[in-house]
């Protein structure tokens, strides 16, 4: 039996496309664990995909997962079947315009193959603790690419 993952995340971005960051906590049981990173020239849609793939890339071994976030184009993208549209049609929207974040959607795809994860969408900025603790490693995260620091 896989085990369960409770995982959070959140992308942020001073200026879009700027300086961003992404956060994310992983819970398993009694354990918890923080992550960040960041770009120094990026867009808050790829920073928000970065926290998932970053936060899923760090499990070792296939996992049931809860993923909850506060990003609309992440949940609805996968829920709603959009990224697999766009992967059947070659990375394409539509035949004159490409799917954005194609790269990442990609390394994202591969994950969700190898884990059962179960999106979960919650409003940002509106007390949720585990969003709000992301948003902060998310802007520290553009605070130490600004200073050069990651």
């Known amino acids: 039996m896989a085990k369960l993952v409770e995982i959070f995340t959140d992308g942020a971005c001073s200026g879009n496309p700027g300086a961003g960051g992404w956060g994310a906590v992983l819970r398993f049981g009694a354990h918890e664990k923080e992550l960040f990173g960041g770009e120094a020239q990026t867009t808050n849609n790829r920073m928000e995909l970065s926290g998932v793939i970053m936060a899923l890339s760090a499990l ?19 829920t709603k079947g959009w990224v697999y ?27 969700l193959a190898k884990h059962e994860v179960e999106f ?4 940002g900025h509106a007390g949720h603790p585990e969003n709000e603790r992301c948003d902060q490693l ?11 620091n990651l």
């Open 60 to 78: 070792k071994e296939p996992c049931k997962v809860i993923l909850t976030t506060d990003s609309k184009y992440v949940v609805d993208s996968v």
């Open 138 to 148: 998310a802007v520290a995260a553009i605070e130490k690419v600004r200073a050069g």
């Open 120 to 123: 979960r969408w919650v409003k």
């Open 85 to 111: 549209g766009w992967q059947k049609k070659g990375w394409m929207r539509n035949p004159k315009e490409p799917a954005k974040n194609a790269d990442l959607w990609k390394q994202l795809l591969d994950l």
